[in-house]
């Protein structure tokens, strides 16, 4: 047989042993590189969804503070609104709401403020911003001019103002992932609801009584 034949074969076993050896190599490889590239893409996609939880988490932070805030600012307008109605009103069915709302709004007031401290939400000063403020110079102008006139505004400006109040508490109670925050809101909507059916009656009464004068 000749040398050079004998020699070629029996390198080829050698050549295809290398030959396997490099595929099993390049398969190990391309397998690492895939497994990298899921790793990477799954710690890429858990990136985003901490990123989102985080954003959600602040979002949820901002909607309290704003219910906090303008919770006190109302309340705040409502005890003001309603030390001119004990003062100045004529009806002693709305100079005892005044006392009332006064009384009610006072306590809750507190409340809040303590739930405040406690969350780090600095609240509003305790003066009237611009809107409370015209609308408190208007039922003075008004209580000038006619108790009765007044009586009926303030009650009107009562019932527009618990209108809001119960809808805002609601949707916070259903809303907010803080469970003192819910919880709060929750027991503070009875007495906010009771106020509401009873400024609603109050005016229905002014306006019926009113009427019979005419």
Same mark, same amino acid.
């Given at each position: 047989?000749?040398?050079?034949?004998?020699?070629?074969?029996?390198?080829?076993?050698?050549?295809?042993?290398?030959?396997?050896?490099?595929?099993?190599?390049?398969?190990?490889?391309?397998?690492?590189?895939?497994?990298?590239?899921?790793?990477?893409?799954?710690?890429?996609?858990?990136?985003?969804?901490?990123?989102?939880?985080?954003?959600?988490?602040?979002?949820?932070?901002?909607?309290?503070?704003?219910?906090?805030?303008?919770?006190?600012?109302? #309340?705040?307008?409502?005890? @003001? *609104?309603?030390? $001119? &109605?004990?003062?100045? !009103?004529?009806?002693?069915?709305?100079?005892? %709401?005044?006392?009332?709302?006064?009384?009610?709004? #006072?306590?809750?007031?507190? @409340? *809040?403020?303590? $739930? &405040?401290?406690?969350? !780090?939400?600095?609240?509003?000063?305790?003066? %009237?911003?611009?809107?409370?403020?015209?609308?408190?110079?208007?039922?003075?102008?008004?209580?000038?001019?006619?108790?009765?006139?007044?009586?009926?505004?303030?009650?009107?400006?009562?019932?527009?103002?618990?209108?809001?109040?119960?809808?805002?508490?609601?949707?916070?109670?259903?809303?907010?992932?803080?469970?003192?925050?819910?919880?709060?809101?929750?027991?503070?909507?009875?007495?906010?609801?009771?106020?509401?059916?009873?400024?609603?009656?109050?005016?229905?009464?002014?306006?019926?009584?009113?009427?019979?004068?005419?």
């Amino acid at each position: 047989m000749n040398e050079s034949f004998t020699g070629e074969t029996e390198r080829e076993p050698e050549k295809e042993g290398v030959m396997r050896k490099a595929n099993v190599v390049n398969v190990l490889l391309l397998t690492a590189g895939m497994l990298a590239s899921g790793s990477s893409l799954l710690i890429s996609r858990q990136a985003m969804a901490n990123e989102n939880v985080e954003k959600a988490i602040l979002a949820d932070k901002d909607k309290d503070k704003q219910f906090i805030t303008q919770a006190a600012r109302g #309340g705040k307008a409502e005890v @003001e *609104l309603s030390q $001119l &109605a004990a003062e100045r !009103g004529t009806d002693k069915d709305v100079v005892q %709401l005044g006392q009332k709302m006064i009384q009610d709004h #006072g306590l809750i007031g507190d @409340e *809040l403020k303590r $739930l &405040a401290e406690r969350k !780090g939400i600095a609240l509003p000063k305790d003066e %009237l911003d611009a809107k409370g403020q015209a609308t408190k110079d208007r039922l003075v102008q008004t209580a000038e001019r006619s108790g009765i006139a007044f009586d009926r505004e303030y009650v009107r400006k009562m019932v527009a103002d618990h209108e809001m109040t119960v809808a805002m508490f609601e949707r916070e109670a259903r809303n907010t992932r803080d469970p003192e925050i819910r919880d709060w809101a929750l027991r503070t909507l009875p007495t906010l609801r009771d106020h509401l059916q009873h400024v609603h009656d109050l005016d229905d009464d002014l306006r019926k009584r009113q009427t019979a004068k005419r």
